[in-house]
């Protein structure tokens, strides 16, 4: 047998193999994504069932006849069996009805496409500072283990481990727009900007470029600026934390060793050697720290009075407006979730270690 | 006296369990000690415990309730250190009291998500089979929501309140406490010590409660020391947007939540209460920093 059959033969082989790894990586993903979602939705209606507030008195009103009471009674399913009752939350949700706000006697998913533009916006902005500031502080901090770049990275996580961020929220507008005027106060926009962006993507950054509207967009900015970067300020802890970490444990291989005897310069071992080793783990940081920058942004966003889906949740919980609140609580966990089976999808598939198990 | 005494406690070859534990203790006790950030931590804990023991005595008798109008925010002077909030109450008192709701909520938190967890990690890892893949699965799915999203929609439905929030915080808390007991249960449980036992016929729950259960405690105990500081920022979240204590009860997100009208004008009233929290919570990081160097050293 020649040797070239073998390696052709063994190549067949391990591309079958790898063909139904991805396969099955695929389906097991698939699976947990719904058991997960399937857990969601049950605690949602588990929580929807906790209220106190009678949910056929909030659809027909206090006045109503003890008929027509009888009668949402019913259409609402409610004396069916429990998992009855859930299966048919989980349909109306599956189908996309979330029920009305009583708040702005709107679908809660329409509410909800609105509101998600701002909070996306400033997630986004607020990660790309955690990625930029981050990732550099953290590979720094591993480099210069013990030294003053390395207390650096450990003093800025443990304060952002420990400083509320509403509190960080008040301090910054007190001391940036109140004292020293570098920024814009709470909102959006100015007041006598409000309503003058076409909306075509909702993200004002965004709209206010493609209008061509700069005057608007610098002032969209100097709004945005101070919440992005204490939010940003939390993603960088806690990203550098983790790059640091990761840069340790590959600093210590041999292979950087030999690429150092090779004759490249120490930081050439750094960056082209050590560091690309560290990206599958650390797009995964990147995406928990997103996806964690979606749910934090609720109180920021209520400090900020960012209209968001953060203060859209708040403002629905103080009017008990249920509906709002359970659907707010299911689009944040959905985000959530995907990002997070998105990473661990990524992990799986591009590290060759995880593949086997 | 002393030197007999820490030799006694030193001793390699303890005659007794209560030598042994004392000994044990004290040379853990030893190594915090030793090690300056959990140090820093652990003062500070243990001036919050302090405070809020003897926050009558430490106020002077001022009352953290009594509303004074005509001296409402008030600047920090010599009678209000800390200045007064929006209805003349003293920041200061009110402050010292506050921090008998923090440690209040920390410490419901431990005693309801420590058992829980250790209940279903010890039980999953030991039983293992399909008892694992069920717990497992339900912890998994607890650990991929937003914690403090589902606290707030906990907090919603049950209604504002201390008892709630700790319940809140709670039902979101307990998921990284179980995938810790039941990967040191998986461990333990294949040691011979274990085998010995049953082969001594104990039964299944003797040798969870009697022989897994307090191996387990110490990472518990170092996790929720680490957690503290998450706990503590929750429980101030909530404060803050109101699901939290009620009003007028002294609680620091509460305050600070009040003082954020006024901020730009009576920066204190928000910023002191805010503080403290800033405060406490670096505290139980550095302590908790510490404890995992103290007893879990490959993680460091």
Same mark, same amino acid.
């Given at each position: 047998?020649?040797?070239?059959?073998?390696?052709?033969? !063994?190549?067949?082989l391990?591309r079958?193999?790898l063909?139904s790894?991805?396969?099955? $990586?695929?389906?097991s993903?698939?699976?947990s994504?719904?058991?997960?979602?399937v857990?969601?939705?049950a605690?949602?209606?588990?929580i929807? $069932?906790?209220?106190k507030?009678?949910?056929?008195l909030?659809?027909?009103g206090?006045?109503a006849?003890?008929?027509?009471?009888?009668r949402?009674?019913?259409?609402?399913?409610?004396?069916q069996?429990?998992?009855v009752?859930?299966?048919?939350?989980?349909? $109306?949700?599956?189908?996309?009805?979330f029920?009305?706000?009583h708040?702005?006697a709107?679908p809660v998913?329409?509410?909800?496409?609105?509101?998600?533009?701002?909070?996306f916006?400033l997630a986004t !902005?607020?990660?790309?500072?955690?990625?930029?500031?981050?990732?550099?502080?953290?590979?720094?901090?591993?480099?210069?283990?013990?030294?003053?770049?390395?207390?650096?990275?450990?003093?800025?996580?443990l304060?952002?481990?420990?400083?509320?961020?509403?509190?960080?929220?008040?301090?910054?507008?007190?001391?940036f727009y109140?004292k020293?005027?570098w920024?814009?106060?709470?909102?959006?926009?100015d007041?006598?900007?409000?309503d003058?962006?076409?909306?075509?993507?909702?993200?004002?950054l !965004?709209?206010?470029?493609?209008?061509?509207?700069?005057?608007?967009f610098?002032?969209?900015f100097?709004h945005?600026i101070?919440?992005?970067?204490?939010?940003?300020?939390?993603?960088l802890?806690?990203?550098?934390?983790?790059t640091?970490?990761?840069?340790?444990?590959?600093l210590?291989?041999?292979?950087?060793?030999?690429?150092r005897?090779?004759?490249?310069?120490?930081?050439?071992?750094?960056?082209?050697?050590?560091?690309?080793?560290?990206?599958v783990?650390?797009?995964?940081v990147i995406?928990?720290?997103y996806?964690?920058?979606l749910?934090g942004?609720v109180?920021?966003?209520t400090?900020?009075?960012?209209?968001?889906?953060?203060?859209?949740i708040?403002?629905?919980?103080?009017n008990?407006?249920?509906?709002?609140v359970?659907g707010?609580? !299911?689009?944040?966990g959905a985000?959530?979730?995907?990002?997070?089976?998105f990473?661990d999808?990524?992990?799986?598939l591009?590290?060759?270690?995880?593949?086997?198990? | 006296?002393?030197?007999a005494?820490?030799?006694w406690l030193?001793?390699?070859?303890p005659?007794?369990r209560?030598?042994?534990?004392?000994g044990n203790a004290y040379?853990?006790?030893?190594?915090?000690l030793?090690?300056?950030?959990?140090?820093?931590?652990?003062?500070?804990?243990?001036?919050l415990?302090?405070?809020?023991?003897?926050?009558?005595?430490?106020a002077?008798?001022?009352?953290?309730?009594?509303?004074?109008?005509?001296?409402?925010?008030?600047?920090p002077s010599?009678?209000h250190?800390?200045g007064?909030?929006?209805?003349?109450?003293?920041?200061?008192a009110?402050?010292?009291?506050?921090?008998?709701?923090?440690l209040?909520?920390?410490?419901?938190v431990?005693?309801?998500v420590a058992p829980?967890?250790?209940?279903?990690g010890t039980?999953?890892?030991?039983?293992?089979?399909?008892?694992?893949?069920?717990l497992m699965?339900?912890t998994?799915?607890f650990?991929a929501?937003?914690?403090l999203?589902?606290?707030l929609?906990f907090?919603?439905?049950l209604?504002?309140?201390?008892?709630?929030?700790v319940i809140?915080?709670s039902?979101?808390?307990?998921?990284?406490?179980?995938r810790?007991?039941?990967?040191?249960?998986?461990?333990?449980?294949?040691?011979?010590?274990?085998?010995?036992?049953?082969?001594?016929?104990?039964s299944?729950?003797?040798?969870?409660?009697?022989?897994?259960?307090?191996?387990?405690?110490?990472?518990?105990?170092?996790?929720?020391?680490?957690?503290m500081?998450g706990?503590?920022l929750?429980?101030?979240?909530l404060?803050?947007?109101g699901?939290?204590?009620?009003p007028?009860?002294?609680?620091?997100?509460?305050?600070?939540?009040?003082?954020?009208?006024?901020i730009?004008?009576?920066?204190?009233?928000?910023t002191?209460?805010?503080?403290a929290i800033f405060?406490?919570?670096l505290?139980?990081?550095?302590?908790?920093?510490g404890?995992?160097?103290?007893?879990?050293?490959?993680?460091?």
């Amino acid at each position: 047998m020649s040797s070239d059959s073998t390696s052709a033969a !063994i190549v067949q082989l391990y591309r079958g193999h790898l063909a139904s790894t991805v396969l099955r $990586r695929t389906a097991s993903f698939l699976a947990s994504l719904l058991a997960t979602f399937v857990g969601l939705t049950a605690i949602t209606f588990f929580i929807s $069932r906790l209220t106190k507030m009678d949910p056929v008195l909030s659809v027909v009103g206090d006045k109503a006849t003890k008929a027509a009471y009888d009668r949402a009674y019913e259409a609402l399913g409610l004396g069916q069996p429990v998992f009855v009752q859930y299966f048919i939350y989980l349909k $109306r949700l599956l189908s996309g009805d979330f029920g009305i706000s009583h708040l702005t006697a709107q679908p809660v998913l329409s509410d909800l496409l609105r509101v998600f533009p701002a909070t996306f916006e400033l997630a986004t !902005i607020a990660t790309v500072i955690g990625v930029l500031v981050g990732v550099p502080a953290g590979v720094l901090a591993a480099a210069r283990k013990g030294r003053w770049p390395d207390h650096m990275v450990r003093v800025v996580g443990l304060f952002g481990y420990s400083v509320p961020v509403f509190w960080l929220g008040l301090v910054g507008l007190f001391v940036f727009y109140g004292k020293l005027g570098w920024v814009s106060g709470t909102g959006r926009l100015d007041v006598f900007y409000d309503d003058i962006v076409t909306p075509h993507t909702g993200v004002i950054l !965004i709209d206010s470029a493609l209008d061509g509207n700069w005057e608007i967009f610098t002032n969209a900015f100097s709004h945005l600026i101070l919440p992005a970067g204490i939010l940003g300020y939390y993603s960088l802890a806690y990203i550098a934390r983790m790059t640091r970490s990761f840069m340790m444990d590959q600093l210590s291989q041999e292979y950087v060793t030999a690429a150092r005897i090779k004759g490249n310069s120490y930081w050439r071992a750094v960056w082209r050697h050590a560091f690309p080793n560290i990206m599958v783990p650390l797009i995964t940081v990147i995406g928990l720290s997103y996806a964690s920058l979606l749910e934090g942004a609720v109180l920021t966003e209520t400090v900020f009075a960012w209209p968001g889906l953060g203060l859209y949740i708040t403002h629905a919980l103080f009017n008990s407006d249920m509906n709002a609140v359970l659907g707010g609580t !299911i689009l944040v966990g959905a985000v959530f979730i995907g990002i997070n089976q998105f990473c661990d999808l990524l992990y799986r598939l591009f590290d060759p270690r995880l593949r086997t198990s | 006296m002393t030197g007999a005494l820490g030799q006694w406690l030193m001793s390699e070859t303890p005659m007794s369990r209560r030598q042994a534990i004392l000994g044990n203790a004290y040379r853990a006790a030893g190594t915090i000690l030793a090690n300056p950030t959990a140090f820093a931590g652990l003062v500070i804990v243990a001036a919050l415990v302090l405070m809020a023991v003897f926050a009558p005595w430490l106020a002077s008798g001022k009352s953290p309730l009594d509303q004074d109008l005509a001296g409402r925010l008030a600047a920090p002077s010599a009678a209000h250190w800390f200045g007064t909030d929006e209805l003349g109450r003293d920041i200061f008192a009110r402050t010292l009291y506050g921090a008998r709701v923090t440690l209040t909520i920390v410490l419901l938190v431990s005693v309801v998500v420590a058992p829980i967890g250790l209940a279903v990690g010890t039980v999953a890892g030991y039983l293992g089979g399909w008892f694992d893949s069920v717990l497992m699965r339900i912890t998994d799915i607890f650990l991929a929501f937003p914690r403090l999203v589902l606290a707030l929609a906990f907090a919603a439905a049950l209604g504002p309140g201390i008892e709630n929030a700790v319940i809140a915080i709670s039902l979101t808390a307990w998921p990284p406490y179980a995938r810790i007991a039941r990967s040191e249960t998986m461990t333990i449980a294949r040691s011979d010590f274990i085998q010995a036992v049953v082969l001594q016929g104990a039964s299944t729950w003797r040798i969870l409660f009697r022989h897994i259960v307090p191996l387990c405690l110490s990472s518990v105990i170092v996790r929720l020391t680490l957690d503290m500081a998450g706990i503590i920022l929750t429980a101030a979240g909530l404060g803050f947007l109101g699901l939290g204590a009620q009003p007028p009860t002294a609680e620091w997100g509460a305050m600070v939540s009040s003082g954020r009208d006024v901020i730009l004008d009576q920066w204190w009233v928000a910023t002191i209460p805010g503080l403290a929290i800033f405060i406490v919570s670096l505290g139980f990081n550095l302590l908790g920093d510490g404890l995992r160097d103290v007893f879990d050293p490959k993680s460091a």
